[in-house]
């Protein structure tokens, strides 16, 4: 929603969205940072949404963050997204990763077509593997199951980086490769 240029200028979303964003966390935040109070439970603002990070709670911690999360009748109409070990609070439902991933294309006038690589792991990046696998792109899970029909699968980041390599035509690196090319180099 928020992207920084080349040239150093700054895009922002509209007006609009920026007020009902910040209408929207002066109502919410409050109540949502007093999660941060419950044991192992972590929170990471991200301004247009808001992780809380029970990666280190008990289950009866997460047992509570669930049951407020549920209960609180402004945070029902929240979408959540769940991953591993986090639950994603969409300040706007109109806001998601997909909406980011459009208005990207929008500001570089890309015509994304053919063209788009998306990678995730949880619900919030389900929307946007679905548009740019739509888009006849290339989308990975990052993770044990796929997110969406049609992602790729990949076990952790180092897995990943090598799909996109290959997608792109780059040779996978050899240690002993890089150790054969530096050797050649010094004895120049």
């Given at each position: 929603m928020?992207?920084?240029?080349?040239?150093?200028?700054?895009?922002?979303?509209?007006?609009?969205?920026?007020?009902?964003?910040?209408?929207?966390?002066?109502?919410?935040?409050p109540?949502?940072?007093?999660?941060?109070?419950?044991?192992?439970?972590?929170?990471?603002?991200?301004?247009?949404?808001?992780?809380?990070?029970?990666?280190?709670?008990?289950?009866?911690?997460?047992?509570?963050?669930?049951?407020?999360l549920?209960?609180?009748?402004?945070?029902r109409?929240?979408?959540?997204?769940?991953?591993?070990?986090?639950?994603?609070?969409?300040?706007?439902?109109?806001v998601?990763?997909?909406?980011?991933?459009r208005?990207?294309?929008?500001?570089l006038?890309?015509?994304?077509?053919?063209?788009?690589?998306y990678?995730?792991?949880?619900?919030?990046?389900?929307?946007?593997?679905?548009?740019?696998l739509?888009?006849?792109?290339?989308?990975?899970?990052?993770?044990?199951t796929?997110?969406?029909?049609?992602?790729?699968?990949?076990?952790?980041?180092?897995?990943?980086?090598?799909?996109?390599?290959?997608?792109?035509?780059?040779r996978?690196?050899?240690?002993?490769?890089?150790?054969?090319?530096?050797v050649q180099y010094?004895?120049?």
């Open positions: 928020e992207w920084q240029m080349p040239d150093g200028k700054r895009r922002l979303a509209g007006r609009d969205l920026q007020e009902k964003l910040n209408q929207r966390r002066k109502t919410l935040l109540k949502i940072r007093s999660m941060e109070t419950i044991p192992g439970v972590e929170m990471e603002d991200k301004k247009w949404s808001i992780a809380i990070h029970v990666r280190k709670a008990s289950m009866e911690s997460r047992t509570f963050v669930h049951l407020l549920e209960d609180w009748k402004p945070l109409r929240i979408r959540k997204f769940r991953g591993p070990d986090v639950i994603e609070l969409q300040l706007l439902s109109e998601d990763k997909a909406y980011g991933v208005r990207l294309c929008d500001i006038d890309f015509e994304p077509e053919g063209r788009l690589i990678s995730g792991d949880d619900e919030n990046d389900a929307m946007a593997m679905q548009w740019v739509h888009l006849k792109g290339k989308a990975f899970t990052v993770g044990k796929p997110l969406v029909r049609g992602s790729r699968v990949v076990n952790d980041p180092s897995a990943l980086a090598r799909e996109v390599r290959k997608l792109v035509g780059m996978e690196s050899n240690p002993d490769d890089e150790r054969a090319e530096r010094e004895s120049l």
